[in-house]
């Protein structure tokens, strides 16, 4: 074997992958990576590095030197150097020689990076074992054998293994066959405390508390463990711990992302996922629900609110954006979010052409994008289950005066037909115009013509402007001007406005018009009177403009007035706001230009709130402007919305259709007023609610086109919504549309959901998930480290229905899960990893747990689940500029709202809280399914500094001489065991209290004032428990500070 | 050999155990560990165990050791600071030819604006003739020491992406920074400071946000560490109120033995790797102030760049940073956010000269007569460019530009003394010497010692890397 040490390989960068293959690596002096098991797999091994190395020179394309690599019989077959491979002999086959650069001739690949030495290292065992590439494996177009990850995972066949002791379930069968095939064996089991520390943080990401540490330890049922497992599983800190990680995979933030980064309130979807797994709701209508749950037959507010799953993307908001390519980025970061977060498939690879490695093309790429593609971009008001009863008994209230109403006046159907009868039924002939917007003059933002005429406001909502538009006329005479606000799914709460509720303000309405044959001949048209389907009393508005002065919204004539402090509004101050509204402005001398008019039309926008946020803007969202040549032209006072149903045949009205037209009518008939007023005022009652960002399906088809590299400005071909064919078919029957994509997603069929989710499930127990990439599971990912209990726990999984709890609940009660994590240095060596599952897991718990840790420790936490993100204590110079491109609302929170847990701390994409960043904890720019996990002196500078965790020092050092027993062992043995959970040894102590002493001695020396230490900032100082001092309280605070800095507390053992 | 320890780790928690020395931008001498190890005989498990922060030699020789980028968030005007454009004066007031707006998308603008000639004047200054803005007279006694790209190109014409493509070399977010990449290629020579320094001035900060300095899917411990010119310049490092220095040490004292006890029962090896990160972070409490304070600089050094204790401005970032890249750190990153000049131009341009030019141009100076020009790379620029025409009616401003902008590049191998590229007449186009962003971020990499196209990481599958497909050295610019 002399020949092998021809070319020498250097060890380093090999040891990652030796771990992953059970290689044995023979010392780097003896040169050669020697396999003594271990066998290499062509199509997980072999064939992607010929794939991405070779095959564009020796493949169907070119044939250099009359070579190809992608076919087993053509490779075998060789070139004209003759046969390529010899199985068998590495060292006699020129594939290797030629990648090794041996020999006089040039190294492969020709012009290329050199393969690494690891990689020569396994083509050469490759041949060694005999070259083996399977019949049935091929590239481009050829026979490809399935990737093991597109077959639908089936029930295995369970191992025999010699310990049939120590299977507690089938979990344990598979790794243990695997532990015994290397003569290996699993780890005893932990002890009771640690077990119960592991599993606590586990399932609710909160150290258990002392009396629970002893009820455990004082259970002698043979069901105690699994009666904490129940327990744990039944807390609603559950659905936060576990929420957590799905609300990174779905990007979830509280603003918008991009420079603006404005503040969203879509806490309603993270209460939504936090809810839906503390009821276990099954994970396929988990996903259907957050794919498609508007869709769903008459879908409840839950099922809308997780539709957010989607629109968890960034919105750039930046002045003079073009939002269709903003749109285009958060419909690719959807389809990521889709691909890593529950397919597993790198999915985004084939937006920009067909994917390197898996088979999934451009085209088909885009046909999955189709079914998300047909959506508008809707934020809708929501309802807690208080407001929505306090919703429903107003509704009920208002239908009851309106019935009162009716019993009153028997005669009422008879008067309103009468009304009906007299209603003015010629209305004028109004004439659409769409005319050219001179972009100049938005600020920024962007008015999207649509087809029926009118515009959609869209993009930067920034600042007052006056928009220009200009079109050319042959109509004459114009005599009036008819403005339509009009509402919209993609607008907030539907419109017709941009503000957070969807109103806006019309501060001037100006025409100008010249005849076309004098385009120079401009003349202002003077109004002689404006009228509008909506006479609002003037409101003042706060905050006033810059110049001090009040501004003012009120009936339409404000829009003529000709002064900037007044603006038409269309707020009537309750959620019965958003309705389309409409204005019509009558010119005092009628424009009559034979050859053509010119007519320029200015909107101004003055009334916007003038905040940093840009929430307080009051722009038109979507408008329509008409023209009619009748003299005497009025708005029309009826509603859209009635206005339809008096032209529908009165006998073929609803029931609800008459109750709509009732509910109008009464308001005009004067000597109701008492009862409208009524009305009006449980209208005031109705809660507001709080914002949502969803989707609504349009109803008209969005068209999707392949985009050539991705790029909005050049689409190709049109698609239709479809499934990629390496995975399973779409069901036959129904439409194509997103609800078919949600159900599609998680078919019994699919073979990679359940087994992504399985994977990622144990990658959240033990660190590393069976397949290391968790967000891929394609060719290019791993192979599983145990293939058979991926298969298991993937079939098990979707078998009990797709219960997440079911599925904890299997992995915590396997003996696998429940051994010690300690190790020898040797186990350390063979398994650095712990891929072989030979003990239990230890490492650094999550950022948000980090924080939770010490805030429970020290009895600070404020457990409420749910509810508004809060302003955790945070340096507030981030948040304004110029640390901050623009000023951030962030009120420190007070009382409980300030220990929170760390899931509800207010997130901003571009500032994040600096204590979770430093924890890995990721931003939310992004679908994130893996956190790394690092070790670093921020973090240690945060456990040390950072004013919550001096915060809870001080609460546990307080708590501790009140609670802890009355010496200073006790004592400390109460602190040590609210940290870490067990009993300190004997070391321990000394080593602590030889701090304690030494500290308390310097305290009493004045070194450090007692009160500086253990004093809170926050509130007067605490009452001292009897017979305490303030040096023993700032001591013990010291002390707690310590404890609350040790490795063990932060980490999961 | 190539940097083949930079593929194939992509497990977050194989980075932690595997970079056992790991620390965040930190570099760390492992003799202590070393002798913990040894203590718990863990010493073997080592073996495969780097400090990524330690200095690693990149694919060959490099030119340049450490960079700072100044980076003028906003897009400065290239018109009216480092491209001549005369004719844009001779056709001031009048419409552009329409070909050449055909398929131009504008921010805030209708394209069909008129022209606006620029706003200062321009000199000859140094040997090398270079023209620089009657604004930048300070950049002009640098003359020939600096390079200038007259020929910048970009893909974005707004900021947020604009400003994360410069810095990432993608528009989309969640891509390492230059800054990362680099530290996750070259390590740090900086014991007890971060790799990575970013300061932000200005007006506010950045567009781009966080992720202009993140470390995308790189290991966190490569994204840049914001320090703050005044007030307390690392989050969380000074001892909060009641610890002195003695509980301080007294504490980590605990801390490091209760840690220890647990590394010998336990066996971890992160344990170790805990025990380290506090004693850094306990060294960078002190290492950090003193690398801050300005004031024992010769009042001649403060004079230079006109830096003033104890403030907030620029100008003692420029001072900071020469300071930091003494240290051995990596990667020195400047924001100053104020170039968005889409209105009232004049006086805002002469106002951020009046802020930067001396800084600037200060720096280059006291690095080369510290001998530090040589290895230390320097750059300046913005996102993309403005407009030759108008933005407004009343006032004088351009929208965003990204066909054409223009940077400067000194010391770390640049060839002093260069003008490269052109415009058309109008400074619109880039008619020469075309320099893309993902070509400007290659020929960064080959002064650092890379082959662009063989510094990746593998994440998701694919090896990616700061260039993406894209990226030709700039030859023309190297010494």
């Not at chain 1, 088979?359 to 999955?368: M, S």
């Not at chain 2, 893909?155 to 410069?166: E, R, S, T, W, Y």
Request: glycine letters at 8%.
């Amino acid at each position: 074997m002399l020949s092998k040490r021809s070319f020498a390989i250097p060890a380093a960068g090999f040891l990652g992958i030796a771990a992953c293959l059970c290689l044995q690596i023979t010392p780097f002096s003896q040169g050669v990576p020697t396999a003594t098991s271990g066998r290499v797999d062509f199509l997980r091994d072999i064939q992607p590095v010929l794939q991405a190395s070779c095959v564009s020179c020796h493949g169907p394309e070119q044939q250099m030197a009359e070579l190809r690599l992608d076919s087993r019989s053509r490779a075998l077959a060789g070139g004209q150097s003759g046969r390529a491979i010899q199985p068998g002999d590495a060292d006699g086959s020129l594939l290797l020689q030629r990648v090794a650069g041996l020999g006089e001739q040039a190294q492969m690949p020709m012009g290329g990076k050199p393969l690494d030495p690891a990689t020569i290292g396994l083509i050469r065992e490759w041949i060694e074992q005999g070259a083996d590439w399977p019949e049935t494996a091929g590239g481009n177009g050829a026979a490809v054998e399935r990737h093991w990850a597109y077959v639908p995972p089936s029930r295995p066949e369970l191992p025999k293994v010699r310990d049939a002791g120590w299977v507690a379930n089938p979990i344990d069968a598979i790794v243990l066959a695997r532990l015994e095939d290397r003569g290996l064996s699993p780890s005893p089991e932990a002890d009771r405390v640690t077990l119960l520390r592991r599993l606590s943080l586990d399932l609710v990401g909160l150290p258990p508390t002392i009396e629970e540490v002893e009820a455990f330890l004082a259970d002698d049922s043979s069901e105690a463990y699994r009666k904490q497992v129940e327990r744990l599983l039944g807390s609603p800190h559950y659905g936060e711990r576990w929420g957590r990680r799905w609300l990174d995979a779905a990007r979830y933030a509280d603003s918008d992302g991009f420079e603006k980064d404005l503040p969203r309130i879509v806490w309603f979807y993270r209460d939504w996922v936090i809810g839906a797994l503390n009821r276990d709701l099954p994970y396929d209508r988990f996903i259907i629900e957050q794919l498609a749950g508007d869709m769903l037959p008459g879908a409840t507010q839950d099922q809308i609110v997780a539709t957010g799953f989607l629109r968890n993307s960034m919105m750039n908001l930046e002045g003079g954006i073009d939002p269709e390519q903003f749109r285009m980025e958060a419909m690719f970061d959807r389809m990521e979010a889709v691909g890593k977060g529950i397919l597993g498939v790198t999915i985004q690879c084939a937006q920009c052409h067909n994917h390197k490695y898996d088979p999934l093309t451009q085209e088909e790429y885009y046909r999955l994008f189709a079914f998300l593609n047909n959506a508008h971009e809707a934020k809708v008001a929501v309802y807690t289950l208080e407001e929505q009863r306090r919703r429903q008994s107003l509704l009920q209230g208002i239908r009851d005066v309106e019935l009162e109403l009716q019993q009153d006046h028997p005669d009422w159907r008879a008067r309103m037909d009468a009304w009906e009868r007299g209603l003015d039924h010629d209305p004028p002939q109004w004439t659409v115009v769409q005319p050219e917007v001179d972009d100049f003059s938005t600020q920024g933002q962007r008015y999207l013509p649509l087809e029926d005429g009118s515009f959609l406001a869209q993009g930067a909502t920034g600042g007052s402007h006056r928009v220009k538009m200009t079109i050319r006329t042959d109509q004459h005479p114009i005599a009036a001007f008819r403005l339509e606000l009009m509402t919209d799914d993609d607008l907030p709460m539907g419109g017709p406005g941009r503000s957070i509720n969807g109103t806006c303000a019309l501060t001037e309405f100006e025409v100008e018009a010249a005849p076309v044959d004098h385009p120079d001949k401009v003349h202002a048209v003077k109004m002689a009177a404006a009228t509008a389907d909506i006479v609002p009393a003037p409101l003042e508005l706060t905050p006033t403009s810059e110049g001090g002065k009040p501004r003012l919204i009120g009936p339409v004539a404000f829009a003529i007035d000709g002064k900037e402090e007044t603006a038409w509004g269309v707020d009537t101050g309750t959620v019965n706001r958003n309705q389309p509204r409409k204005a019509v402005f009558r010119a005092e001398q009628p424009i009559d230009h034979a050859n053509g008019t010119l007519l320029t039309f200015y909107l101004t926008q003055k009334h916007a709130g003038g905040d940093d946020q840009g929430t307080g803007n009051r722009n038109l969202g979507r408008l329509r402007l008409s023209i009619t040549g009748e003299a005497g032209a009025e708005a029309d006072p009826l509603p859209k919305r009635v206005r339809e149903i008096l032209s529908i045949d009165p006998s073929r009205r609803t029931r609800e259709q008459i109750r709509q037209v009732f509910s109008y009518w009464r308001t005009t008939v004067p000597e109701w007023n008492p009862f409208n007023e009524r009305i009006e005022e449980l209208w005031r009652q109705h809660p507001e609610g709080t914002t949502q960002l969803v989707l609504s399906e349009r109803q008209q088809l969005r068209p999707t086109h392949v985009l050539a590299r991705g790029d909005f400005l050049r689409p190709g071909e049109r698609v239709s919504a479809g499934v990629p064919v390496f995975l399973h078919p779409l069901s036959e029957n129904g439409p194509t549309d997103r609800l078919a994509f949600a159900h599609w997603l998680v078919d019994r069929k699919a073979p990679t959901t359940a087994r992504t989710l399985v994977n990622r499930v144990w990658q959240g127990y033990f660190g590393i998930g069976l397949v290391r990439s968790s967000e891929d599971l394609g060719k290019q990912s791993e192979r599983p480290s145990h293939p058979k209990l991926l298969d298991w726990l993937a079939v098990e999984f979707m078998e009990r229905g797709w219960s997440l709890k079911s599925l904890h609940r299997l992995i915590v009660t396997s003996a696998t899960y429940r051994q010690s994590s300690r190790a020898t240095p040797q186990q350390y060596r063979e398994d650095p990893y712990n891929r072989l599952l030979a003990r239990g897991p230890r490492f650094r718990v999550d950022a948000e747990v980090v924080r939770d840790i010490a805030l429970a420790a020290s009895g600070l936490l404020h457990p409420e689940v749910g509810g508004p993100s809060v302003y955790s204590p945070a340096p507030k110079f981030l948040f304004v500029r110029p640390a901050s491109f623009s000023t951030k609302v962030w009120e420190e929170a007070q009382g409980g709202n300030r220990y929170r847990r760390g899931i509800y701390t207010f997130r901003y994409r571009s500032v994040p809280y600096p204590m979770l960043q430093t924890f890995d904890a990721p931003s939310g720019e992004s679908s994130c399914v893996r956190r790394p996990l690092s070790n670093t002196p921020l973090q240690a500078l945060t456990t040390l500094n950072e004013p919550v965790f001096l915060e809870a020092a001080r609460a546990l050092a307080l708590r501790t001489l009140r609670d802890g027993g009355d010496d200073r062992e006790q004592r400390l043995r109460y602190a040590f065991r609210r940290c870490v959970a067990r009993q300190p040894t004997q070391a321990e102590i000394n080593r602590l209290l030889a701090f304690l002493s030494e500290q308390k001695h310097r305290l009493a020396d004045g070194w450090v004032s007692p009160w500086d230490l253990a004093g809170y900032d926050l509130t007067e100082r605490p009452r001292l428990p009897d017979g305490t001092t303030p040096v023993q309280l700032a001591a013990w605070t010291a002390l707690s500070r310590v404890l609350l800095n040790l490795d063990e507390t932060i980490s999961k053992e | 050999m190539s940097n083949q320890d930079q593929t194939g780790i992509t497990d977050p928690h194989e980075i932690s155990r595997r970079w056992f020395l790991a620390q965040c931008g930190v570099g760390l001498g492992s003799v202590a560990l070393g002798h913990l190890l040894g203590e718990t005989g863990l010493a073997a498990v080592t073996e495969d165990r780097r400090d990524p922060m330690a200095p690693k030699a990149p694919h060959y020789a490099p030119k340049a050791k450490n960079v700072i980028f100044l980076f003028m968030a906003g897009a400065p005007s290239h018109l009216e600071l480092l491209d001549h454009k005369p004719q844009l004066t001779r056709f001031d007031g009048t419409m552009p030819p329409a070909e050449l707006l055909e398929g131009y998308r504008a921010a805030f603008i209708d394209p069909h604006s008129t022209l606006l000639g620029p706003k200062f004047k321009y000199s000859r200054y140094g040997q090398c003739n270079a023209e620089i803005s009657e604004v930048l007279p300070h950049l002009g006694s640098v003359a020939d020491d600096i390079a200038i790209v007259k020929s910048m190109t970009t893909d974005a014409f707004n900021h947020a992406p604009g400003q994360i493509l410069m810095n990432t070399g993608s528009q989309q977010f969640g891509r390492p920074s230059l800054g990362a990449w680099t530290t996750y290629g070259l390590g740090s020579e900086a014991r007890d400071l971060p790799a990575f320094v970013v300061f932000s001035s200005g007006s506010k900060g950045p567009s781009g946000g966080n992720a202009c300095w993140g470390s995308g899917f790189l290991p966190t411990m490569h994204q840049g560490v914001t320090f703050r010119s005044a007030g307390e310049p690392v989050l969380y490092l000074s001892n909060p109120k009641g610890v002195d220095s003695g509980l301080q040490k007294a504490s980590l004292d605990t801390v490091r033995d209760l840690n220890r006890m647990r590394l010998q029962a336990i066996g971890d090896p992160e344990i170790a790797t805990r025990i380290n990160s506090f004693e850094m972070a306990f060294r960078m409490q002190s290492s950090v102030p003193e690398l801050m304070d300005i004031s024992k600089e010769p009042q001649s050094t403060l004079d230079l760049y006109g830096a003033e204790p104890g403030k907030s401005s620029y100008a003692n970032n420029c001072l900071l940073a020469r300071r930091l890249v003494e240290r051995g750190v990596r990667f020195v990153q400047l924001f100053h956010e104020s170039w968005d000049q889409h209105a009232n131009l004049t006086n805002r341009i002469e106002t951020n000269c009046q802020d930067t030019d001396r800084p600037s141009a200060a720096l280059i100076k006291d690095l080369k007569q510290r001998g530090l020009l040589d290895e230390t790379l320097v750059l300046w620029g913005g996102e993309f460019g403005r407009t030759p025409m108008v933005q407004g009616t009343e006032t004088d401003g351009r929208d965003h530009h990204p066909n054409a902008f223009a940077m400067w590049l000194a010391g770390g191998g640049i060839r002093p003394g260069t003008t490269l590229g052109e415009t058309d007449d109008l400074g619109f186009n880039v008619v020469k010497d075309k320099v893309h962003v993902h070509d400007l971020h290659a020929t960064i990499l080959h002064l650092l010692g890379f082959d662009h196209t063989r510094l990746t990481h593998r994440f998701q599958g694919r090896d990616f890397r700061l260039t993406d497909v894209h990226g030709t050295v700039v030859k023309q610019l190297l010494t």
